[in-house]
């Protein structure tokens, strides 16, 4: 039963990725946490896991419409590991309450920018569908 | 001596892989903004590019989370397929969905799971 909940939850994670532009990992955490009984850092641990294949459909959906400086986007990733590996550390040392606040705190942040941007005045000019946001995961 | 626009990037990469480390996600709430201010890039341009980075930054932040024994194989390949399935169906149905309701819905969604993190 719960693991039905988790899959649905993944979905929807992929689903507000889709059509809002918000990313996955903030519903795949919580998803692994609640309904699979993974720890908050396992859970994000493998919500980077499932990130990847989403990100990759992101990135040749977006390069359709011309959305992607890949160039740009792999130098980022080529130089991360140094912050990637400092966060990696610190994820694992950290005390668990304090990644449980960190997290809540980031989720109130997206949903604040949500709600920003679902109240926002409508831009005057029709957008296209491919001038959507695209995801971001 | 590299230039300032590849010094640029690293920071972004840093930033971004620091916050992803942190929290289990892509970094892209790091990465747009900062390609957006620092690069002049749109909104769409720098998403786009966000995600590609995202892939590489991810699987780094994975083979440093293995390292640790966290990474739950099985469970997150095996939800990853609702997860892909979420994006191309939410992808899709852009055009026909009323995105502001969704919106308020989904900030709802992570404000109730914001609490139940909270309350131990």
């Known amino acids: 039963m719960s693991e039905v909940a988790a899959v649905l939850l993944a979905a ?8 809002l532009g918000i990313g996955g990992g903030i519903l795949f955490v919580p998803a692994l946490t609640l309904f699979l009984d993974l720890s908050q850092v396992e859970a994000e641990a493998t919500s980077l896991l499932m990130i990847i294949p989403v990100a990759i459909v992101g990135v040749i959906r977006q390069r359709r419409y011309g959305n992607v400086s890949l160039r740009d986007g792999l130098v980022i990733g080529t130089l991360s590991p140094v912050g990637v590996l ?4 610190a994820v694992n040392e950290l005390p668990v309450r304090a990644l449980e606040l960190g997290f809540a705190a980031l989720l109130l942040f997206v949903a604040y920018g949500l709600v920003r941007r679902a109240l926002a005045p409508e831009p005057s000019s029709s957008r296209s569908p491919e001038l959507r946001s695209p995801k971001n995961v | ?3 300032s626009r590849t010094l640029r990037l690293a920071a972004i990469g840093t930033a971004a892989g620091i916050f992803s480390g942190l929290f289990g996600v892509g970094g892209g709430t790091v990465i747009v903004p ?11 341009l720098a998403t786009g590019t966000s995600l590609a980075a995202i892939v590489v930054i991810a699987a780094f932040a994975v083979a440093f989370q293995t390292g640790y024994g966290n990474v739950h194989f099985l469970d997150g390949l095996l939800l990853s397929i609702p997860a892909v399935g979420g994006v191309i169906a939410g992808a899709a149905a852009q055009q026909r969905l009323p995105q502001k309701a969704i919106s308020l819905g989904f900030a ?7 609490i139940t993190l909270v309350i131990p």
């Open chain 2, 34 to 44: 900062l390609l957006i201010f620092w690069f002049a890039f749109g909104e769409r």
């Open chain 1, 12 to 19: 929807a994670g992929g689903f507000a990725g889709g059509l």
């Open chain 2, 108 to 114: 709802a969604l992570l404000v109730v799971l914001a």
């Open chain 1, 86 to 89: 400092i966060g990696v550390v």
């Open chain 2, 1 to 3: 001596m590299p230039s």
